[in-house]
Protein backbone atom coordinates (compact mmCIF):
# COMPACT_ATOMS: atom_id res chain seq x y z
CA UNK A 1 0.00 0.00 0.00
CA UNK A 2 3.07 2.20 1.35
CA UNK A 3 4.69 1.80 -2.55
CA UNK A 4 1.36 2.41 -4.24
CA UNK A 5 0.47 5.38 -2.59
CA UNK A 6 3.31 6.79 -3.64
CA UNK A 7 3.70 5.94 -7.48
CA UNK A 8 -0.20 7.60 -7.44
CA UNK A 9 1.49 10.87 -6.41
CA UNK A 10 4.49 10.78 -8.08
CA UNK A 11 2.94 9.88 -11.61
CA UNK A 12 0.39 12.85 -10.47
CA UNK A 13 3.26 15.22 -9.66
CA UNK A 14 4.98 14.38 -13.36
CA UNK A 15 1.46 14.94 -14.89
CA UNK A 16 1.19 17.84 -13.50
CA UNK A 17 -2.16 17.57 -10.80
CA UNK A 18 -3.95 20.34 -9.52
CA UNK A 19 -5.22 18.29 -6.87
CA UNK A 20 -1.29 17.51 -6.40
CA UNK A 21 -0.47 20.92 -5.17
CA UNK A 22 -3.57 21.22 -3.30
CA UNK A 23 -2.87 17.78 -1.42
CA UNK A 24 0.96 19.43 -0.82
CA UNK A 25 -0.17 22.49 0.74
CA UNK A 26 -3.38 20.78 2.81
CA UNK A 27 -2.84 19.17 6.36
CA UNK A 28 -4.29 16.14 4.80
CA UNK A 29 -1.23 16.03 2.96
CA UNK A 30 0.78 15.16 6.00
CA UNK A 31 -0.93 11.67 6.80
CA UNK A 32 0.15 10.94 3.08
CA UNK A 33 4.00 9.84 3.10
CA UNK A 34 6.71 11.39 1.65
CA UNK A 35 8.67 10.43 -1.64
CA UNK A 36 11.83 9.79 0.16
CA UNK A 37 10.23 7.12 2.53
CA UNK A 38 11.26 4.71 -0.15
CA UNK A 39 14.70 3.60 -0.46
CA UNK A 40 16.71 4.26 -3.35
CA UNK A 41 16.55 0.50 -4.14
CA UNK A 42 12.73 0.54 -4.69
CA UNK A 43 12.93 3.54 -6.53
CA UNK A 44 15.68 2.15 -8.75
CA UNK A 45 13.36 -0.72 -9.90
CA UNK A 46 10.58 1.27 -10.43
CA UNK A 47 12.62 3.70 -12.69
CA UNK A 48 13.27 0.47 -14.82
CA UNK A 49 9.73 0.57 -15.64
CA UNK A 50 9.49 4.04 -16.88
CA UNK A 51 10.57 5.43 -20.60
CA UNK A 52 13.78 7.27 -21.04
CA UNK A 53 12.32 10.45 -20.64
CA UNK A 54 9.91 9.84 -17.92
CA UNK A 55 12.63 8.96 -15.85
CA UNK A 56 14.46 12.39 -16.77
CA UNK A 57 11.15 13.97 -15.55
CA UNK A 58 11.35 12.51 -12.32
CA UNK A 59 14.55 14.76 -11.83
CA UNK A 60 11.55 17.44 -10.64
CA UNK A 61 10.14 15.35 -7.57
CA UNK A 62 12.58 16.05 -5.35
CA UNK A 63 16.74 15.88 -4.73
CA UNK A 64 16.81 12.02 -3.77
CA UNK A 65 15.30 11.12 -6.93
CA UNK A 66 17.31 13.96 -8.86
CA UNK A 67 20.47 12.06 -7.47
CA UNK A 68 19.37 8.78 -8.42
CA UNK A 69 18.79 9.91 -12.14
CA UNK A 70 21.92 11.08 -12.42
CA UNK A 71 23.50 7.94 -11.49
CA UNK A 72 22.26 6.29 -13.44
CA UNK A 73 22.96 8.43 -16.35
CA UNK A 74 26.36 8.52 -15.33
CA UNK A 75 26.20 4.73 -16.09
CA UNK A 76 26.01 5.17 -19.37
CA UNK A 77 28.74 4.24 -21.74
CA UNK A 78 27.46 3.96 -25.19
CA UNK A 79 25.66 6.59 -27.01
CA UNK A 80 24.34 5.90 -30.25
CA UNK A 81 22.38 8.75 -32.24
CA UNK A 82 21.16 8.35 -35.76
CA UNK A 83 18.44 9.46 -37.96
CA UNK A 84 16.19 6.72 -39.69
CA UNK A 85 12.90 6.23 -40.80
CA UNK A 86 11.61 5.74 -36.77
CA UNK A 87 7.95 4.16 -38.09
CA UNK A 88 9.49 1.56 -39.53
CA UNK A 89 10.70 0.86 -35.87
CA UNK A 90 7.64 2.19 -34.14
CA UNK A 91 3.94 2.35 -35.75
CA UNK A 92 2.41 5.45 -36.33
CA UNK A 93 0.12 6.00 -33.09
CA UNK A 94 1.84 3.78 -31.17
CA UNK A 95 4.03 5.47 -27.89
CA UNK A 96 6.11 2.23 -26.89
CA UNK A 97 6.27 -1.29 -27.01
CA UNK A 98 8.86 -2.47 -24.76
CA UNK A 99 12.22 -1.89 -26.52
CA UNK A 100 11.41 1.65 -28.07
CA UNK A 101 9.52 4.50 -26.67
CA UNK A 102 7.92 7.62 -28.48
CA UNK A 103 8.57 11.33 -27.05
CA UNK A 104 5.50 12.17 -25.93
CA UNK A 105 5.35 15.53 -27.68
CA UNK A 106 7.41 14.52 -30.79
CA UNK A 107 6.56 11.31 -32.86
CA UNK A 108 9.44 11.49 -34.82
CA UNK A 109 11.90 10.98 -32.09
CA UNK A 110 12.68 7.37 -30.39
CA UNK A 111 14.33 5.87 -27.94
CA UNK A 112 15.83 2.31 -26.59
CA UNK A 113 17.67 2.59 -23.09
CA UNK A 114 19.98 0.12 -21.64
CA UNK A 115 21.70 0.08 -18.17
CA UNK A 116 24.55 1.17 -19.74
CA UNK A 117 23.81 2.25 -23.62
CA UNK A 118 21.24 4.44 -24.98
CA UNK A 119 20.08 4.88 -28.56
CA UNK A 120 18.18 7.78 -29.74
CA UNK A 121 16.41 8.09 -33.37
CA UNK A 122 14.76 10.75 -35.01
CA UNK A 123 13.40 10.33 -38.08
CA UNK A 124 14.97 11.28 -41.81
CA UNK A 125 11.81 13.41 -42.45
CA UNK A 126 12.95 15.44 -39.53
CA UNK A 127 12.01 19.31 -38.94
CA UNK A 128 13.65 22.34 -36.60
CA UNK A 129 12.18 21.44 -33.76
CA UNK A 130 13.29 17.79 -34.51
CA UNK A 131 16.48 19.08 -34.56
CA UNK A 132 16.79 21.01 -31.60
CA UNK A 133 14.81 18.16 -29.42
CA UNK A 134 17.50 15.40 -30.93
CA UNK A 135 20.39 18.20 -29.59
CA UNK A 136 18.77 18.36 -26.59
CA UNK A 137 18.76 14.45 -26.09
CA UNK A 138 22.24 14.52 -27.13
CA UNK A 139 23.33 17.07 -24.66
CA UNK A 140 22.41 15.06 -21.65
CA UNK A 141 22.81 11.44 -22.78
CA UNK A 142 26.10 11.93 -24.04
CA UNK A 143 27.50 13.65 -21.12
CA UNK A 144 28.81 10.72 -19.72
CA UNK A 145 29.22 8.58 -22.61
CA UNK A 146 32.54 6.11 -24.00
CA UNK A 147 31.57 5.87 -26.92
CA UNK A 148 29.68 7.86 -29.26
CA UNK A 149 28.04 7.13 -32.79
CA UNK A 150 26.34 9.80 -34.35
CA UNK A 151 25.16 10.06 -38.13
CA UNK A 152 26.51 12.49 -40.23
CA UNK A 153 23.74 14.98 -40.14
CA UNK A 154 23.62 14.85 -36.40
CA UNK A 155 27.64 15.20 -36.10
CA UNK A 156 26.69 18.57 -38.01
CA UNK A 157 24.16 19.29 -35.48
CA UNK A 158 26.41 19.22 -32.62
CA UNK A 159 29.45 21.29 -34.37
CA UNK A 160 26.83 24.11 -35.36
CA UNK A 161 25.43 24.24 -31.76
CA UNK A 162 28.97 24.65 -30.63
CA UNK A 163 28.76 27.80 -32.08
CA UNK A 164 25.15 28.92 -32.03
CA UNK A 165 22.41 29.02 -30.56
CA UNK A 166 20.22 29.49 -33.64
CA UNK A 167 19.40 25.79 -34.04
CA UNK A 168 16.70 27.32 -36.34
CA UNK A 169 18.61 28.99 -38.70
CA UNK A 170 21.04 25.93 -39.01
CA UNK A 171 18.43 23.90 -40.17
CA UNK A 172 17.56 26.16 -42.75
CA UNK A 173 21.09 26.73 -44.02
CA UNK A 174 21.69 22.74 -43.92
CA UNK A 175 18.96 22.23 -46.26
CA UNK A 176 19.87 25.12 -48.69
CA UNK A 177 23.37 23.82 -48.55
CA UNK A 178 23.07 19.86 -48.71
CA UNK A 179 22.46 19.77 -52.88
CA UNK A 180 26.35 20.80 -52.73
CA UNK A 181 29.54 19.58 -51.74
CA UNK A 182 30.91 22.57 -50.70
CA UNK A 183 29.47 25.87 -48.97
CA UNK A 184 31.43 29.27 -48.69
CA UNK A 185 32.14 30.04 -45.06
CA UNK A 186 30.60 33.65 -46.11
CA UNK A 187 26.72 31.78 -46.29
CA UNK A 188 27.17 31.41 -42.69
CA UNK A 189 25.61 34.03 -40.73
CA UNK A 190 24.26 33.27 -37.68
CA UNK A 191 22.02 34.84 -35.53
CA UNK A 192 23.63 33.98 -32.65
CA UNK A 193 27.29 33.10 -31.76
CA UNK A 194 28.57 31.53 -29.15
CA UNK A 195 32.38 29.88 -27.81
CA UNK A 196 32.51 26.57 -26.53
CA UNK A 197 32.65 26.22 -22.80
CA UNK A 198 33.80 23.00 -23.33
CA UNK A 199 33.70 19.35 -25.47
CA UNK A 200 30.23 18.17 -25.78
CA UNK A 201 31.39 15.38 -25.01
CA UNK A 202 33.79 15.36 -22.44
CA UNK A 203 34.73 12.28 -21.61
CA UNK A 204 34.18 10.08 -25.11
CA UNK A 205 37.05 7.73 -25.77
CA UNK A 206 35.89 7.19 -29.35
CA UNK A 207 34.02 8.59 -31.68
CA UNK A 208 32.42 7.22 -34.82
CA UNK A 209 30.54 9.28 -37.38
CA UNK A 210 28.40 7.49 -39.89
CA UNK A 211 28.02 8.69 -43.11
CA UNK A 212 26.81 7.54 -46.58
CA UNK A 213 28.56 8.80 -49.84
CA UNK A 214 26.16 11.71 -50.55
CA UNK A 215 26.46 12.75 -46.86
CA UNK A 216 30.81 13.02 -47.01
CA UNK A 217 29.27 16.37 -48.13
CA UNK A 218 28.10 17.49 -44.70
CA UNK A 219 31.37 16.28 -43.40
CA UNK A 220 33.06 18.94 -45.74
CA UNK A 221 30.70 21.83 -43.91
CA UNK A 222 32.42 21.45 -40.10
CA UNK A 223 35.27 24.14 -40.63
CA UNK A 224 33.07 26.57 -41.67
CA UNK A 225 31.59 26.47 -38.16
CA UNK A 226 34.62 27.31 -36.23
CA UNK A 227 33.91 24.93 -33.84
CA UNK A 228 37.02 23.26 -33.27
CA UNK A 229 36.76 19.56 -32.93
CA UNK A 230 39.33 19.56 -29.76
CA UNK A 231 37.69 22.06 -27.83
CA UNK A 232 33.61 22.06 -29.04
CA UNK A 233 33.13 18.44 -29.59
CA UNK A 234 35.63 16.10 -27.53
CA UNK A 235 38.78 16.23 -25.38
CA UNK A 236 41.96 15.19 -27.08
CA UNK A 237 43.91 13.94 -23.68
CA UNK A 238 40.62 11.30 -23.97
CA UNK A 239 40.33 10.73 -26.95
CA UNK A 240 41.25 7.35 -28.22
CA UNK A 241 40.29 6.65 -32.01
CA UNK A 242 38.03 8.86 -34.15
CA UNK A 243 36.36 6.86 -37.01
CA UNK A 244 34.31 8.07 -40.21
CA UNK A 245 32.00 4.63 -41.23
CA UNK A 246 31.38 5.06 -44.43
CA UNK A 247 28.36 3.12 -45.86
CA UNK A 248 28.75 2.09 -49.87
CA UNK A 249 26.59 -0.74 -49.01
CA UNK A 250 23.78 1.57 -49.32
CA UNK A 251 24.41 2.74 -52.41
CA UNK A 252 21.93 3.63 -55.35
CA UNK A 253 22.17 1.22 -58.30
CA UNK A 254 21.89 4.45 -60.42
CA UNK A 255 24.06 7.15 -59.99
CA UNK A 256 23.26 10.62 -59.89
CA UNK A 257 22.08 11.89 -63.31
CA UNK A 258 20.79 8.91 -63.95
CA UNK A 259 24.02 6.39 -65.04
CA UNK A 260 25.71 3.63 -63.19
CA UNK A 261 26.71 4.23 -59.38
CA UNK A 262 30.30 4.38 -59.16
CA UNK A 263 32.25 1.12 -57.96
CA UNK A 264 33.50 0.76 -54.41
CA UNK A 265 37.41 1.24 -55.65
CA UNK A 266 36.27 4.84 -57.32
CA UNK A 267 34.10 5.91 -54.33
CA UNK A 268 36.91 4.84 -52.35
CA UNK A 269 39.56 6.90 -53.91
CA UNK A 270 36.73 9.91 -54.79
CA UNK A 271 35.86 10.28 -50.74
CA UNK A 272 39.43 11.25 -49.78
CA UNK A 273 39.27 14.51 -52.20
CA UNK A 274 36.02 14.84 -51.00
CA UNK A 275 37.00 14.54 -46.92
CA UNK A 276 39.95 16.88 -46.93
CA UNK A 277 38.27 19.80 -45.69
CA UNK A 278 37.20 17.46 -42.67
CA UNK A 279 40.17 15.99 -42.40
CA UNK A 280 42.25 19.77 -41.82
CA UNK A 281 39.20 20.32 -39.57
CA UNK A 282 39.71 17.53 -37.38
CA UNK A 283 43.64 17.65 -37.50
CA UNK A 284 44.08 14.09 -38.77
CA UNK A 285 47.60 14.32 -39.25
CA UNK A 286 47.98 15.09 -35.45
CA UNK A 287 45.53 12.00 -34.26
CA UNK A 288 47.74 10.15 -36.23
CA UNK A 289 46.58 6.24 -35.76
CA UNK A 290 43.69 7.57 -33.27
CA UNK A 291 42.15 8.61 -36.92
CA UNK A 292 40.77 6.11 -39.79
CA UNK A 293 38.24 6.35 -42.25
CA UNK A 294 36.08 2.63 -43.01
CA UNK A 295 33.57 1.16 -45.64
CA UNK A 296 31.04 -0.84 -44.87
Not at 7 to 35: D, E, T, V
Not at 86 to 112: C, M, T, W, Y
Amino acid sequence: MLVTDQLLRLFQFMNGKSQMRIAFGSKKSKKHPKFGNLPENVWDKILDFLPPLEVVKVRRVNKMLKTLVEKRKKRILYADFLRSDVFQLLPEGISGDGEFFRHAKNSRLIFHEEKRSVLIIVDTHWSASDAHKMLGAIKYFGEFARTVTLDASLAELCVAAQSTSDIAYWFAYQSASSPRRDASPATWQPRTQLIPTGPLFPRATELAIRASVPQLSRLRRFAVYRSPLTRGIIDAANLCALRVVVATATQPQRGEYGGPAPRRQVIVRSSHKILAPFLRWAQAQRLGHRFSVQFV
